[in-house]
């Protein structure tokens, strides 16, 4: 086992990449605690994780919950090694139909939760310890639909890089994984029904170079990269896209 002493808190560990994550470190040995705001899928994930893993009700757009959760990871784990902020929402609307309500939920969920919650456990990260944040192919362009969302990506990329210098005297790295079309059970988007996800999917085929979507277990290898094994990088961006934001042309 490769991480037998490591400690892990996963934002969004209930499900898709962030359960993929969970399952990666438990499998090699690290004690992990995952959060979600729905408690059957929390209870489901921890029931596969087992042993060594925990898990906390939690909801990253609430200012309580987010406090309360720094107290949970100690009294659970002590200090941690990786904290991987993973939760996200996704609402792809046209910009004459976003509403205040749905520009705020994007944005407390995907920056300013996500901003809290690393100031809130960041005191319990160990010296040379790590975050990594779930960013999108998205935030970087511009995509008809996407403008909210976009935005809120490309703000938590900027956290992420300031992050990266104000907790480099601690020896805590700070970077993103930014992934393209993932095979999920939500596919990251909100709302969607069953016929939607199919049809997204394959657009997902259709545009990535690599003409297939990737999945949630090749985000987690690239997350764990970058915990554990990236020891001389900080503020950077890896891509888990198939060459879909890197400007790569499929042969005809």
Request: proline letters at 4%; a negative charge; charged letters at 20%.
């Amino acid at each position: 086992m490769r991480y037998p002493e490591k400690n892990a808190v996963i934002i969004g560990g209930s499900h898709g990449m962030g359960l993929a994550t969970a399952r990666l470190l438990a499998a090699e040995g690290a004690s992990v605690l995952i959060t979600s705001r729905n408690e059957q899928n929390l209870q489901s994930a921890l029931a596969e994780l087992g042993g060594k893993a925990h898990a906390a009700r939690s909801d990253i757009a609430d200012m309580g919950d987010i406090a309360r959760l720094g107290d949970t990871v100690r009294d659970k784990l002590g200090t941690i090694d990786l904290l991987h902020v993973n939760a996200g929402l996704a609402e792809l609307e046209p910009f004459e139909q976003v509403t205040e309500a749905s520009y705020d939920r994007q944005f407390t969920i995907n920056t300013k939760g996500a901003f809290f919650t690393i100031q809130r456990l960041a005191p319990l990260i160990r010296e040379g310890g790590a975050i990594v944040v779930t960013s999108s192919v998205a935030d970087e362009g511009g995509e008809p639909g996407m403008s909210v969302y976009s935005a809120t990506k490309a703000a938590l990329r900027s956290f992420a890089s300031g992050l990266a210098a104000e907790l480099l005297p601690r020896g805590i790295r700070v970077n993103v994984v930014s992934p393209g079309f993932i095979d999920t059970p939500t596919a990251g988007v909100a709302g969607m029904s069953d016929e939607e996800r199919r049809a997204f999917h394959e657009v997902g085929n259709a545009v990535t170079p690599m003409k297939r979507n990737g999945t949630a277990e090749e985000v987690a290898r690239a997350v764990v990269f970058l915990a554990f094994e990236a020891t001389y990088t900080t503020g950077a961006k890896l891509a888990v896209d198939g060459g879909l934001g890197q400007k790569i042309s499929a042969p005809q």
